[in-house]
């Protein structure tokens, strides 16, 4: 089926074509010539969402920082895939076989990875059985030139190319470069964020790249009949051969507004949605029996320091040192410093350090979140006590203090600037907002920026990014487990590059071989250290992630994953 963007003429269209399809596809109770409708299911699953993307399907064209929803919704599948509970990830690796590879090999040399992929996988929609062929094509597409595929820069990282050698056998050609870097596996599995899908090597061939781009054709639990964007989703359930769903039927529906989901929810409209943590008891208690489920890690919130573009060179070795479009040190853009300019560049650390100190990481978590989560400090994942926590991270509220750096900086009273907080991401904009407001309490002029992130993502891309912003970053990681989010490689990036030394230095933690753990903690500290010391960032807080289920929800079990999303839903069982 093809899906097309939210119009009048499209919604016409689409209700013609899905009468005509469930006719055909379900009078004889099948889903395709290969993929069954199964059998004693019960209850139709609704789920409230912030946010219900356009479609983008290619892995070349899937750009928008929200790919991992279509392993997540139950849709697609990675190459990987790893059972787990929350609320820890599964870092046994040698467990990652649940999914479409079964097994692989690492080449004695190192070289390459040899997969064997499961047999009997099938496509949705008559796409047939699917093959290493269309693995191979798939990461393939997600790393070829003008990719815009979230996953591009980091995969090719330890992936030089794929190929498969028969139906069953996949190869990945590891980059000699950097070799088969740490957690790889996780990188390519149900659990990472951004993780390529795969779908048919055909299709484009088929369809046509633009047809191809906007037909959903996975291998997961659901088989996706509608989708419209910025309104809702259709699925299907399918007999999958790792989890078959109970419901009968699923659908997601955009409710960006929480008091709208919530209200939903109490209604019996919907019967899941992703709840604020300060709505999550006053909306189970308004519902006997309902009750709230923790997803994903606790995410770190931050804001980045967008526009101090500090590297020599960029990944491929060209001199990139101010060349950058969004770095701009000038007087509309006070926290971007110039590293050839000593007295300004000390000046823009001062801004930063004011912005940093000018937050109240307590109130934020004790009146915005309920008391749930914990002040954040860096990028790193440390904490006091944490042994690669460095005192230099610390940054309490002082709002005299910030106010009196301003003034040193030449910013009496502060200045105007504009701040971009995406909606319908996995930070919370409240917080957002709360920070943005501290920040009016020194006297600055915040204009809150809300666009979507998928359409400000290219300004990361091109190193185009010159405004602070809201993300999360270090969310989940272990004390020995490099931030790359900073560092002048091809691909998305935190919109800051720090110079080439301090990222090079901090990249010999990636080589597990030649460094201990502790070396590689103490590594981590170091680079945390310097970024502090720039104040490159204003971390905020730590941030649990609740789903609200309905009185007619019987069981759920979420794997884990990298970030706070819904997922697994053939895991509900409905009354």
């Not at 039927?249 to 019967?271: C, D, F, H, W």
């Not at 400090?377 to 005299?400: C, I, K, Q, R």
């Not at 990222?503 to 590594?523: F, G, H, P, S, W």
């Amino acid at each position: 089926l093809r899906f097309m963007e939210n119009t009048m003429a499209s919604r016409i269209l689409i209700g013609i074509v899905t009468v005509f399809a469930a006719f055909s596809l379900f009078a004889c109770g099948i889903t395709g010539s290969g993929t069954k409708a199964p059998e004693n299911t019960s209850g139709d699953l609704v789920v409230g969402e912030i946010l219900v993307p356009a479609p983008a399907f290619v892995p070349a064209l899937a750009g928008s920082g929200n790919e991992q929803l279509l392993t997540y919704w139950g849709f697609f599948e990675n190459l990987l895939w790893a059972n787990s509970k929350v609320p820890e990830l599964n870092r046994d690796y040698s467990t990652f076989t649940k999914g479409i590879a079964e097994s692989w090999v690492v080449a004695g040399d190192g070289t390459k990875v040899t997969f064997t992929i499961r047999e009997g996988i099938q496509f949705h929609h008559d796409y047939g059985e699917l093959t290493a062929h269309d693995v191979a094509w798939s990461l393939s597409s997600a790393m070829s030139e003008g990719s815009v595929n979230s996953r591009k820069a980091g995969t090719r990282q330890f992936a030089l190319s794929f190929e498969a050698t028969d139906d069953r056998t996949l190869v990945m050609n590891v980059n000699p470069e950097n070799g088969l870097l740490p957690n790889w596996e996780m990188t390519m599995s149900n659990q990472a964020l951004g993780n390529i899908h795969i779908m048919p090597a055909d299709a484009v061939e088929k369809l046509g790249e633009e047809e191809a781009n906007i037909t959903a054709i996975g291998t997961g639990p659901f088989q996706v009949e509608e989708w419209v964007s910025d309104d809702h989703i259709t699925a299907v359930p399918i007999t999958h051969y790792r989890k078959t769903p109970s419901v009968a039927s699923y659908k997601i529906v955009l409710m960006p507004e929480a008091n709208t989901r919530a209200s939903a929810l109490k209604t019996g409209q919907i019967n899941v949605a992703r709840m604020p943590l300060k709505l999550v008891k006053v909306t189970t208690d308004a519902m006997p029996g309902s009750k709230s489920v923790v997803v994903g890690p606790p995410i770190n919130q931050v804001f980045a320091m967008a526009g101090n573009y500090w590297a020599e060179k960029d990944q491929n070795g060209e001199d990139v040192y101010r060349q950058r479009e969004g770095f701009k040190p000038d007087a509309d853009h006070p926290w971007i410093g110039d590293p050839d300019d000593a007295t300004q560049f000390e000046n823009a650390n001062k801004v930063r350090r004011a912005l940093r100190i000018g937050i109240d990481r307590q109130t934020i978590v004790d009146e915005i979140q309920s008391g749930l989560g914990k002040p954040l400090y860096n990028l790193t994942n440390a904490f006091p006590g944490d042994a690669h926590w460095d005192d230099v991270m610390s940054a309490e509220y002082d709002p005299d203090t910030a106010k009196a750096l301003l003034a040193e900086a030449g910013y009496d009273g502060c200045f105007a600037f504009s701040v971009h907080i995406a909606p319908g991401k996995e930070w919370d904009v409240e917080v957002g907002g709360a920070v943005a407001q501290y920040w009016r309490d020194l006297g600055c002029e915040v204009e809150i920026d809300s666009t979507d992130y998928a359409a400000a993502r290219p300004l990361l891309v091109n190193r185009q990014k010159d405004k602070i912003w809201m993300i999360q970053n270090g969310t989940n990681a272990l004390p020995d487990q490099v931030n790359t989010g900073l560092r002048p490689s091809g691909g998305w990036n935190f919109g800051v590059e720090v110079p080439n030394a301090v990222q090079e230095a901090q990249e010999k933690a990636l080589n597990k071989d030649a460094t201990t753990y502790d070396e590689r903690v103490a590594i981590n500290k170091t680079w945390g250290a310097y970024v502090a010391e720039n104040n490159l960032y204003a971390a905020v807080s730590t941030k649990p992630n609740a789903i609200v289920l309905g009185p007619d929800v019987v069981s759920y079990d979420p794997y884990m994953n990298s970030g706070p999303e819904w997922c697994a839903p053939e895991t509900i069982v409905l009354k």
